[in-house]
């Protein structure tokens, strides 16, 4: 039996903050090749990534899972109880950066994995990505290995992402969907000059305000069956301007949105244009935007993927998880576009912060999870 523990704590020893690899892949490359899995690395624009497979290629019953080894940065290490990458263990706990997202989660699918093709091989394969640029910017991470998987005739059947996705207990949770992401900078240019001649100038303040409210105010939806509303956020207005006597030239403001399945980064983008030329004509201002789209909404509805899912998590802890599209994003935005994909993993809420850890029997809980869905899925017929 493959130990999950040991394979978390091996990982967390493993410093690989974004971009670095860390020793993570390379330990990972090396235990499931030792397994028998035919592993590639499938490195990209400076990040590292794993492709592990077991069973024939092109099988039409192929079970992926999808993860990710590299973290976030530590921050100030002196406010750690226990060393960010000691893996240190106490009362129960498991204490290390990634420990929670995601090393455990990995460690525990790729136990499950090992252990289904050493002692019940299957009628099919077993297929494992794992990135090293989740955390960054996913340029060069998942989305290189599915753009290396097309090109090398690779596909999987079905696949789970192993992100945390429990909000309270192991099992309360499985993630069907995620809701899209993007933002928007904002430049508002007025002319600048002395604020007791106001004749003479145009203040681009009053410009940024109005447009900031009408974005923050504007109901874009009212949910869906599986998603909740669309939102968006003012989250910085700048300026710099430290007298008090001067009108500025100009402002910045950023917002960020998180939409649901009826909208799409393109309606969204077009709709943040029309209000910014609204504002232009009412107030003088000029008004330049950029935007950035992370992830477009998606929806894997309710079926045979969730429901195995939900069998097996039922079946080990006794829950009927939630299924669920809330929280940020995820690789699953890009799996999505590849085969059906739910996520599943472990309790989140411990996930990048000082003293980052995992509860110990989560992480043995987890593989059994995982098992259990490996076995049922290469069961039915």
């Not at 969907?177 to 004749?199: C, D, E, N, P």
């Not at 079926?303 to 994003?329: F, I, N, Q, W, Y």
């Not at 809420?349 to 995992?358: K, P, S, W």
Request: charged share 20%; glycine share 10%.
């Amino acid at each position: 039996m493959t130990d999950p523990q040991k394979l978390t704590a091996d990982l967390v020893r493993c410093p690989s903050v974004t971009p670095e690899e860390g020793g993570a892949l390379t330990l990972l490359d090396r235990v499931l090749g030792d397994a028998g899995f035919s592993c590639t690395r499938v490195d990209r624009g400076g990040v590292c990534n794993l492709f592990a497979r077991w069973g024939g290629k092109g099988h039409a019953r192929t079970f992926g899972f999808n993860g990710h080894t590299d973290v976030v940065p530590v921050g100030d290490e002196a406010a750690w109880t226990h060393p960010p990458f000691g893996a240190e263990e106490a009362e129960g706990w498991l204490y290390g950066r990634g420990a929670t997202d995601m090393k455990s989660g990995v460690a525990a699918f790729a136990a499950a994995a090992i252990d289904l093709v050493q002692e019940s091989p299957p009628d099919g394969a077993v297929v494992l990505t794992i990135t090293g640029d989740e955390e960054g910017v996913s340029t060069d991470g998942t989305i290189a290995l599915l753009d290396w998987m097309k090109d090398a005739g690779e596909q999987m059947s079905v696949c789970i992402v192993g992100e945390p996705t429990c909000p309270e207990t192991i099992g309360d949770m499985i993630k069907i969907g995620r809701r899209g992401s993007m933002s928007a900078w904002f430049t508002v240019r007025g002319k600048q000059g002395h604020s007791a001649y106001l004749h003479k100038v145009l203040n681009p303040l009053p410009a940024v305000a109005l447009l900031a409210h009408r974005l923050s105010a504007h109901v874009l939806d009212e949910g869906t069956d599986h998603f909740d509303p669309s939102t968006c956020a003012v989250t910085t207005i700048d300026t710099g301007n430290s007298a008090t006597n001067v009108i500025p030239a100009e402002t910045r403001m950023t917002v960020n949105l998180r939409f649901n399945d009826l909208h799409t980064g393109a309606s969204l983008t077009e709709w943040l244009r029309a209000e910014a030329d609204k504002v232009e004509r009412e107030t003088g201002v000029r008004i330049g935007m950029a935007v950035k789209i992370s992830g477009e909404a998606f929806l894997t509805p309710p079926g045979a993927l969730s429901d195995l899912v939900s069998r097996a998590v039922t079946a080990e802890t006794g829950l009927v998880p939630d299924l669920s599209t809330t929280g940020g994003t995820s690789d699953a935005r890009f799996v999505k576009s590849h085969c059906p994909v739910v996520e599943f993993g472990l309790v989140g809420h411990r996930m990048h912060q000082v003293d980052e850890r995992v509860w110990i029997d989560d992480i043995h809980a987890l593989k059994r999870i995982y098992g259990r869905i490996l076995r049922d899925y290469f069961a039915a017929r």
